[in-house]
Nanobody, 126 residues
Framework: QLQLAESGGGFVQAGGSLRLSCTGP???????IGWYRQAPGKEREMVSC????????AIADAVKGRFTTSRDNDKNSVYLQMNHLAAEDTATYYC????????????????????WGQGTQVTVSS
């Protein structure tokens, strides 16, 4: 069974930065990996998406310009760099292995998660 593990969450003041990692045997070369988040009382939303070799990424409008995603396939790892954090970024962050490789207008898409990690909590104080 595929395994994913997120790490790097924590408590940070507004304006600060965190780098989340998604690692494990589930992070397989050429798998599309998504980062999602879920705040209390809200639906889970996609934050970022990265292609199998890392040459194509998508970032949600809510975090565009502040968050980036990257990967190191030699380390079976995908990262989410979060800068200029704000209180509304407070959520549990999950990585996922996506089903398939979907592109829309040449941009990778994450909308079919099939394996989830356990999540890592990010709390931003205002």
């Amino acid at each position: 069974q595929l395994q994913l593990a997120e790490s790097g969450g924590g408590f940070v003041q507004a304006g600060g930065s965190l780098r989340l990692s998604c690692t494990g045997p589930g992070v397989v070369k050429y798998d599309v990996i998504g980062w999602y988040r879920q705040a209390p009382g809200k639906e889970r939303e996609m934050v970022s998406c990265i292609s199998g070799v890392g040459d194509n990424t998508a970032i949600a409008d809510a975090v565009k310009g502040r968050f980036t995603t990257s990967r190191d396939n030699d380390k079976n790892s995908v990262y989410l760099q979060m800068n200029h954090l704000a209180a509304e970024d407070t959520a549990t962050y999950y990585c996922s292995v996506e089903a398939g490789h979907k592109f829309v207008n040449g941009v990778i898409q994450c909308d079919s998660p099939r394996v989830w990690g356990q999540g890592t909590q990010v709390t931003v104080s205002s």
